[in-house]
């Protein structure tokens, strides 16, 4: 299972930096990207997932069979690369009035039970600290858990 969640990983990830575009929360800003391992590392001393971090085999062949550039994204009809299920997210209107995001957020890491400990100040996902940013990730937790 190890193979197919990396060629999905890797391809629409490879899909996502060829369309352009940024995050949901900043839809205009590019996006940087820096692959771990162009090529697999046959050679490299350690256990076997240290040597195969890599989109291509020493022998320059493809790891998985996604596309890498537009072209093949294009002729591949521009689909995410598998898995079947797809992800989807749910994030904050920065147009939305702020009391209205607030009544949602309290909504959603209240009544609403969504896991709002991770943008609890000192938690892993404080920063950014704005009322778009915690409303966004206590809206994609209320949406996950009810999708």
């Known amino acids: 299972a190890i193979e197919p969640n990396a060629a999905a990983y890797n391809g629409n990830l490879v899909q996502r930096v060829l369309a352009g575009g940024g995050t949901p929360l900043r839809p205009n ?12 590392e046959n050679q490299k001393p ?9 989109l291509f085999y020493p022998n320059e062949q493809k790891v998985y069979d ?10 591949d009809g ?6 079947a299920a ?16 607030q009544e949602a957020l309290d909504y959603a890491c ?12 000192g938690s892993t996902c404080y920063d950014p600290d704005s009322l778009v ?8 937790s209320y949406y996950q858990m009810k999708a």
Not at 29 to 40: Q, T
Not at 78 to 83: D, H, I, S, T
Not at 93 to 100: M, S
Request: net charge negative; aromatic share 10%; proline share 11%.
């Open 29 to 40: 800003n590019p996006i940087d990207v820096y692959l771990f391992a162009l090529f697999n």
């Open 46 to 54: 350690g256990p076997a997932s240290e040597r195969n971090y890599g």
């Open 66 to 75: 996604i596309p890498l550039t537009a072209e093949e994204v294009e002729a």
């Open 78 to 83: 521009g689909q995410p690369v598998a898995p």
């Open 86 to 101: 797809a992800q989807t997210w749910c994030v904050a209107n920065e147009a939305a009035p702020k009391e209205k995001l």
């Open 110 to 121: 209240g009544e609403g039970g969504a896991d709002c400990r991770p943008i609890q100040p």
């Open 133 to 140: 940013a915690h409303a966004s990730y206590a809206f994609n």
